[in-house]
């Protein structure tokens, strides 16, 4: 049974930083893993996706530059380095996973079928 679980969600002042971690369990392959978020009252939107055999990781552009997402693989934990965070940041976020991306890399990635329950960012001025 595949389980993502989520923590390091909280409240950090504009400017700030927060890091979001994922357990990913239930499975033992190359997956894709990812980071998405959703505000009140607006559509679930992508942040950032890697593929843990390797790759270069995708960034929306609103947190490129500001959002790392990382995998270590001896832990088998996803990362979310959330830094100079933005009141429009405020969202709740979910750690996602597609275990059967179209090829082998990010650019592959796209059928995220697997989800965490979500933890909440809140940045405030």
């Known amino acids: 049974q595949v389980e993502l679980l989520e923590s390091g969600g909280g409240s950090a002042q504009v400017g700030g930083s927060l890091r979001l971690s994922c357990a990913p369990s239930g499975y033992d392959r190359m997956v894709c893993l990812a980071w998405f978020r959703q505000a009140p009252e607006k559509e679930r939107e992508e942040v950032a996706l890697?593929?843990?055999?390797?790759?270069?990781?995708y960034y929306d552009d609103a947190v490129k530059g500001r959002f790392t997402i990382s995998y270590d693989s001896d832990k088998d934990m996803l990362f979310l380095q959330m830094d100079n965070l933005k009141p429009e940041d405020t969202a709740v976020y979910y750690c996602a996973a597609d275990l059967y991306p179209a090829i082998a890399a990010p650019g592959g990635c796209g059928d995220f079928t697997y989800w965490g329950q979500g933890t909440q960012v809140t940045v405030s001025a």
């Open positions: 890697l593929y843990t055999g390797g790759g270069t990781p």
